[in-house]
């Protein structure tokens, strides 16, 4: 236990993925994973400042934190960084109107943004709206454009639902990056500007937040990139024979983690590795 005093020195605030570390989407809605409820409730109750951040791009805000609610999470609207608000403010900065290659459960999140006459390319996680003809249109915005621009709401490889391992927008984005020469800006994980309007929410400096999460390079690699500490757990998408990128600076840890000054061992137990910037 007293070998975490170092790694917890100054911590104030607490970063949690959702998908993979709270709950396992899927029919019905998904399932919590298990203790995630009481140590979530734990961290709140704790000194430290509690932030969810997401790549979530199926579901929008409203939808996501209902759903949660409804599993037990103590969480609310205000409480999360996700990708689509966070486009929805770039476009309307850089006078940007999209064409939009989307699941319908986003859409809404969309409604204030004008869509006439595209000049960029607007992408999430569409599911099954990643149709050949959905994907060519997108790529024939693009190519009709002088200065092409391709946006994301996140570059995942993949995600678990309780049905098993789903693949993600990445896949989708390297194909019309590829296609059309260019490179997607990402808004998500793990662009450093989504973690540091993150940290700017909750009112803490990098070196004082640990982000927890399932994915090595969205979750892991950007905290560390932009001065976190972070830990990986063994729930979601995690699979040891995952690679590490030898980027990541990453530290053994003991399977039974200590308690956050006394905040959510449950949910923490499962960690694998710590990873300290």
């Known amino acids: 236990m007293a070998a975490w005093g170092p790694r917890l020195a100054g911590v104030r605030g607490v970063l949690l993925d959702i998908s993979g570390v709270l709950y396992d ?14 140590a979530v409730a734990r961290l709140k109750r704790s000194r430290l400042k509690v932030r969810f951040c997401t790549n979530e791009s ?34 309307k900065e850089r006078g940007l109107r999209p064409h939009l290659l989307i699941s319908d459960g986003i859409r809404s999140e969309f409604d204030q943004i004008d869509t006439s006459n595209p000049n960029c390319v607007v992408m999430a996680d569409a599911g099954e709206g990643f149709s050949y003809q959905n994907m060519n249109k997108a790529f024939q915005v693009l190519m009709e454009l002088e200065n092409p621009v391709l946006i994301s ?22 194909a019309l990056e590829y296609a059309c020469g260019i490179e997607a800006e990402v808004v998500g994980k793990p662009s450093p500007e989504f973690f540091k309007s993150a940290l700017r929410e909750m009112g803490v400096e990098a070196h004082q937040a640990i982000m927890i999460g399932d994915d090595i390079e969205g979750d892991i690699g950007g905290a560390q990139r932009c001065g976190m500490r972070a830990l990986q757990v063994r729930t979601g998408k995690f699979r040891s024979r995952t690679g590490t990128s030898s980027a ?29 910037s």
Do not use: H
């Open 248 to 276: 990541l600076k990453k530290t053994p840890v003991p399977d039974q983690l200590p308690a956050l000054q006394r905040g959510p061992r449950a949910a923490l137990v499962t960690a694998t590795s710590w990873y300290s």
């Open 25 to 38: 989407g899927g029919e019905g809605g998904g399932v919590p994973i298990a203790g995630s409820v009481e």
């Open 153 to 174: 709401l996140g570059k995942g490889r993949y995600y678990k639902e309780t049905s098993g391992l789903m693949l993600d927008i990445g896949a989708y984005v390297k």
């Open 58 to 91: 199926q579901k929008s805000l409203e939808y996501l934190v209902g759903l949660l609610r409804g599993l037990g999470f103590d969480i609310s609207e205000g409480d999360v960084t996700a990708p689509a608000p966070a486009t929805c403010l770039i476009l």
